[in-house]
């Protein structure tokens, strides 16, 4: 009698150690393809998230980008000048004209009617002038209403834009005490363009475009023009520039616009 009860508790405690082996290694292997696929998602999510690790921030989108855009041209004067970037920080986009030698041109303040566009001069690191536009981020991925689309001051078309981009609304500056400089803001959907007139002694025998690259070379966000005189209309360069749309939709999720 005792041996029998003895058999059937051991076979008892056989039956439970199976039952809760079983069931650890069921539980293991579920952790085991959950994390897998996390992992895998993640990867494919280019790192906005870190599902393993609820407590950890997901990163800032604006990361990816870069708008750095440099002046890619033999050119002493211009190479690897700086002419266009997007400040994170204040969610703006600066739009930068560098100058030919010699060309001084300082005044710094804001457009009237519109007190958080901004400009001032600039000096980069080779002692280049350049005067630089301050644009928030609205401006550009939403358009603007300010004016009815115009060209450049001499009537033709805005240089080095994309079909349909001849003209643009615009805003206008101009600066007696500075040789009568005229500035020209263009903004629409996307696209931007800044026009700076140049003095008379600054003028330049030959007409040029150089195009506007990222680091490596890879992209080009515009192009730096040359705008010879023509008639009464003095010479003066041009900056042009298009966000690429998958820039523009992280920007406008990103700002809520």
């Known amino acids: 009698m005792k041996k029998q009860i003895y058999l059937s508790l051991f076979f008892a405690s056989v039956l439970v150690m ?3 082996s079983q069931k650890g290694f069921s ?8 994390q897998a696929s996390t992992s895998f998602d993640s990867g494919n999510n280019g790192g906005l998230d870190n599902p393993t690790n609820p407590n950890q921030p997901a990163a800032d989108p604006l990361t990816k980008i870069d708008l750095k855009g ?9 190479s690897k000048a700086l002419a266009f970037d997007f ?4 969610g703006e986009f600066i739009i930068m004209v560098p ?3 010699g060309v001084m041109f300082t005044p710094a303040g804001s457009f009237s009617k519109y007190p958080d566009i901004t400009f001032s001069p600039i000096i980069d690191a080779e002692g280049r002038m ?3 536009v301050r644009i928030p981020v609205k401006y550009i991925i939403k358009g603007s209403g300010f004016l009815p689309p115009t060209s450049l001051p001499n009537g033709d078309a805005l240089p ?3 079909q349909g981009y001849g003209e643009l609304p615009s805003l206008g500056l101009n600066f007696p005490a500075h040789d009568n400089t ?3 803001l263009y903004i629409g959907v996307n696209a931007v363009g800044l026009f700076v007139t140049l003095p008379p002694k600054a003028a330049l025998p030959f007409k040029f475009s150089f195009p506007i690259k990222n680091a490596d070379k890879s992209k080009t966000f515009g192009y730096l023009s040359y705008v010879p005189a023509k008639g009464t209309y003095p010479p003066g360069m041009f900056v042009s520039t298009i966000i690429p749309p998958s820039v523009s939709r992280i920007l406008e999720d990103y700002f809520h616009l």
């Not at 539980?27 to 959950?34: G, P």
């Not at 440099?70 to 002493?76: A, F, H, I, M, Q």
């Open 160 to 162: 080095a834009m994309p």
């Open 130 to 132: 350049k005067f630089a």
């Open 182 to 184: 005229q500035v020209t």
């Open 87 to 90: 400040d994170k920080i204040r």
């Open 27 to 34: 539980s293991a292997s579920l952790n085991s393809t959950s």
């Open 99 to 101: 100058f030919p030698s």
């Open 18 to 20: 199976s039952a809760c």
């Open 70 to 78: 440099r002046v890619d041209s033999d050119n002493s004067s211009y």
